[in-house]
């Protein structure tokens, strides 16, 4: 296989599969992990990819790109997966939940649908949509649509929430600085999200390590109002340290 060949293989496996490994590119193109590294180095020299300790990541987005829910629905499915099984456990019959919109939530509310007795709140259509056969009570905010994301934004939704109370918020972001904080890319969900940390008891951020060491447009809180990070193994070992450094519980799966 010609150099040019493999690189363009690996673009293709990097954005089916949200990031890849030197140790996997190597045995799978059975080459050496030098060789692996210099492709990375390259295609990162020409912004193709991002490389990262060990393998490499998409490149960075700006501050205000918006992927819709069904582009982030092709990243990272089997860390999704593992962060939604992880984040189940941490759930009691009988507690309140909150969602926020994104594809990790969707797939933590899929693992919640075998309770009994549950009461999901959510500003998400598509999770409301996901639990409508569920024997859990499922509580939508209202507001104004994001068609991007199937989430309801706005005053309608903020108030809705500020009348709540809830055990355990299991939030979504686009960018995670340990430094800086959570992040999205819109204001409005921004705010929202603000508020389900304000009225609930625990906060826990649920994403795929492809998120740390980015920051998009909008802060929602800094990382001393988390309670509980899950990510998967990925990230970046001096973020994992800064988060223990903190008192943050981490889960990796």
């Not at 059975?30 to 390259?42: F, G, M």
């Not at 905010?141 to 991007?148: D, E």
């Not at 001393?224 to 994992?240: M, N, W, Y």
């Amino acid at each position: 296989m010609l150099n040019e060949e493999r690189r363009r293989a690996i673009l293709d496996i990097l954005n089916r599969d949200g990031r890849v490994l030197v140790t996997e590119m190597a045995e799978q193109f059975h080459t050496s992990q030098v060789t692996i590294r210099k492709d990375l180095e390259v295609l990162h020299a020409h912004g193709l990819v991002h490389r990262t300790h060990g393998g490499a990541l998409p490149a960075r987005e700006g501050a205000l790109e918006d992927p819709t829910l069904r582009e982030k629905e092709k990243l990272h499915r089997k860390e999704k997966l593992r962060i939604a099984t992880a984040a189940a456990r941490l759930v009691k019959e009988g507690q309140v939940v909150i969602l926020d919109s994104g594809t990790t939530t969707t797939a933590i509310a899929r693992a919640l649908r075998n309770f009994q007795n549950l009461t999901i709140v959510t500003n998400a259509v598509n999770i409301a949509a996901e639990l409508a056969g569920a024997r859990v009570e499922v509580i939508l905010t209202g507001g104004t649509l994001r068609k991007n994301s199937f989430s309801l934004v706005g005053p309608i939704a903020e108030e809705t929430l500020r009348r709540l109370n809830a055990d355990i918020l299991f939030l979504g972001v686009d960018g995670f600085d340990v430094h800086y904080g959570l992040s999205t890319p819109n204001l409005l969900e921004a705010k929202v999200n603000r508020v389900m940390a304000e009225v609930a008891k625990r906060t826990v951020a649920v994403c795929d390590s492809s998120k740390f060491g980015r920051r998009s447009l909008s802060l929602i809180i800094p990382p001393t109002a988390l309670q509980e990070v899950i990510t998967d193994r990925g990230i970046p070992k001096s973020d994992l340290r800064a988060l223990n450094k903190t008192g943050i519980e981490v889960t990796l799966v």
